[in-house]
């Protein structure tokens, strides 16, 4: 016979249980970021069990506050909702300016003027370093082919192909100013 302790028995497992899930989902989504902050230089990489270790807490705080004063948000070192929101948006693979480079030398965020040998801009565009007379870059090609596959059907503000490949030639010409790189249309 069920009793109401036993009930009250199961009702505290199972609220324990929920509490644990969501505990654990939480921690997921703060590992996510954490990962963000790794992969785009704003943290030198950690791995397993020392991912939240006290060491590594203290050096994703500062991380964060780069990434904040990078995007000129408020530099409180939390994961905060604005921080978060810039964290999830559109961008490309490649390191920021300012963070530690791909190979995991530190740059000094606050000096602009400082490049590492080895870092470029989000843009990929060609920085000559301080101790190098060489530029370097993150892309090995240097020259990019692209086609249309196939065009958008009526656009209310794009009102024919011609247009379409106007605004998109445009886009490859800006680029190519500020990225070293080439880019070329091809038939398909």
């Known amino acids: 016979m069920i009793t109401k ?7 505290l497992c199972f609220s324990i249980l929920i509490i644990n899930i969501q505990l654990t989902s939480e921690q997921k989504f703060e590992q996510d970021y954490y990962r963000y902050l790794q992969q785009f230089g704003y943290t030198p990489k950690v791995e397993g069990r020392r991912l939240f270790s006290v060491i590594a807490r203290s050096t994703y705080t500062e991380g964060i506050r ?25 961008r490309c693979g490649n390191p920021d300016l300012g963070t530690y480079d791909s190979i995991g030398h530190p740059v000094d965020v606050d000096r602009s003027e400082s490049f590492s040998t080895h870092v470029q801009g989000r843009s990929g565009k060609t920085k000559v370093a301080e101790s190098s ?22 656009q209310k503000y794009i009102t024919s192909k011609s247009h379409i490949l106007r605004v998109i030639n445009q886009s490859f010409y800006d680029w190519q100013k500020h990225s070293g790189l080439t880019f070329e249309m091809v038939e398909t």
Request: proline share 6%.
């Open 5 to 11: 302790q036993r009930i009250e028995y199961v009702f």
């Open 66 to 90: 780069k990434f904040q004063r990078l995007y000129k948000l408020p530099e409180t070192g939390q994961l905060d909702e604005r921080t978060k929101y810039f964290m999830q948006k559109a």
């Open 133 to 154: 007379s060489k530029p370097t870059h993150i892309w090995s090609k240097r020259h990019l082919k692209w086609c249309i596959v196939r065009y958008p059907e009526q």
